[in-house]
């Protein structure tokens, strides 16, 4: 029994700890930039195209593109449930697929939920569409800035990457 303790206190000397810490910064919509704005609007738009006959929950997406080009989107849900789609992957697969070439500068986020109206609190990407975003990001060789719209203020960061530390990647193959 002491003989365990003593190896584990050796371990845990030898352990190395890092700490990752992300910005999020809210703004109220007067502080957002003009082009901040212009994806807000199309984000909440797009959750007017969502087809969410089964969560009621509209969510919509809108990607800009390097040359000014926004591309938007929105869930797609299927009665076969995990046929459906989010509207972050939508977005950015189209994105990627009619724009190979053009880099992604921003993606912005904005949902309706059962009662119709915008969330308040700004809603945030799966974890499957973090993992399809940060390949996004590593694909545009710059970091894609994420805006998630609530009424309440819209959240801005920085990078995917920073929705998702210590992820898997191309590199590890
Ligand atoms: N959904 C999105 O489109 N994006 C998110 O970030 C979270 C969830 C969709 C999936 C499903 O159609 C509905 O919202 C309820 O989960």
Redo the contacts with the bound molecule.
């Keep these: 029994m002491h003989y365990l303790w003593a190896i584990k206190y050796i371990f845990h000397k030898k352990m190395e700890e890092f700490n990752i810490t992300i910005s999020v910064i809210k703004k109220k919509q007067e502080e957002l930039t003009p082009e901040e704005s212009t994806l807000v609007e199309n984000a909440k738009e797009a959750t007017f195209r969502s087809y969410?006959p089964y969560?009621h929950?509209c969510?919509g997406a809108a990607v800009l593109l390097e040359d000014g080009t926004i591309v938007t989107g929105s869930?797609q849900?299927n009665s076969a449930y995990p046929s459906?789609i989010?509207?972050?992957r939508t977005t950015m697969f189209y994105a990627n697929s009619r724009y190979p070439d053009l880099k992604v500068k921003c993606i912005c986020?904005a949902a309706r939920g059962t009662d119709g109206n915008f969330t308040s609190r700004p809603?945030?990407?799966?974890g499957a569409?973090r993992q399809v975003l940060s390949e996004s990001e590593d694909r545009s060789q710059s970091p894609i800035k994420v805006l998630l719209y609530g009424t309440d203020g819209t959240y801005t960061i920085n990078s995917v990457k920073d929705l998702l530390p210590v992820s898997f990647d191309a590199s590890f193959l």
Excluded: D, R, T
Aim: include cysteine; aromatic fraction near 6%; glycine fraction near 6%.
């Design positions: 969410a969560s929950f969510v869930n849900e459906g989010c509207a972050e986020i809603i945030s990407p799966c569409c």
